[in-house]
């Protein structure tokens, strides 16, 4: 039987700002808000600095919120000048901004051209954005428009696979990226084997959000079971057993 069933589940997000080669910081609220002084000598180098010096404001803000609404507009300006200007890190925070729709209007055409540009420098997690965006393009298309579908699945799972493999427990990119595959999969078919592989890994990894997405999909088959799909039975088993051993 080739019964679909619905297997949305909501990817949790916030801003993450890349702050520099390796570390990435996430956004976070200040009750300190911006310091006026620092802000002003960090402006000032970006006014006539590097790439560089104009992400660093960029960050500085966003690390440092509450702030103006005028510190947040010129920090964006700066931002997207020092991604133009080529720095990685820069690339990446934009693309995520655009197609996120934070900071600035949704654009996710815009952003996948930033995103792409960051992956290709080596920014890991514009992998796991790339792959993100393609999956909610493919989710609003695949019932209706087949070929479009195909398309968009090729493109995300192009982007995730860059980035899997990795069974480091502490390489969260690439277990979100199974985790993200997994889902990808099981949309397409709740017998994926390479769907139920790809989340199955994460959650052993320790990956909460795959944990999480077993257990939605755990009640979404109990539903259907009963319904009386009882073909879905052995994947409950399997999901089961999992919690278990774990």
Not at 155 to 178: C, M, N, P, Y
Not at 223 to 231: I, N, P, S, W
């Amino acid at each position: 039987m080739n019964k679909v069933i619905s297997t949305a589940v909501i990817f949790v997000s916030s801003l993450v700002v890349v702050a520099g080669e390796g570390s990435v910081a996430m956004v976070t609220e200040s009750s300190g808000g911006t310091t006026t002084k620092e802000y002003i000598t960090l402006r000032s180098a970006a006014l006539s600095g590097s790439p560089v010096e104009k992400h660093a404001l960029f960050v500085f803000v966003y690390e440092g919120l509450p702030a103006t609404d005028s510190h947040v507009t010129e920090a964006f300006e700066f931002l997207r000048e020092a991604a133009e200007g080529g720095l990685a890190e820069a690339q990446f925070n934009l693309g995520y901004s655009y197609v996120n729709g934070e900071l600035v209007q949704l654009n996710e055409q815009e952003g996948i051209c930033w995103l792409q540009k960051a992956a290709h420098a080596g920014i890991r997690r514009a992998n796991l954005w790339l792959g993100v965006t393609y999956l909610e393009q493919y989710k609003r298309v695949d019932k209706t428009d087949p070929d479009k579908a195909k398309e968009l699945f090729e493109k995300l799972d192009f982007w995730l696979r860059s980035i899997v493999g990795s069974h480091d427990e502490t390489d969260q990119v690439a277990l979100a990226a199974e985790e993200t595959l997994g889902r990808a999969y099981l949309r397409r078919s709740i017998f994926s084997e390479e769907g139920w592989s790809y989340l199955m890994s994460a959650a052993s990894s320790g990956h909460t959000r795959a944990q999480e997405t077993l257990r939605k999909m755990r009640a979404i088959l109990q539903e259907e079971l009963d319904g009386g799909f009882v073909e879905v039975e052995p994947l409950i088993d399997q999901i089961d057993s999992f919690f278990i051993s774990e």
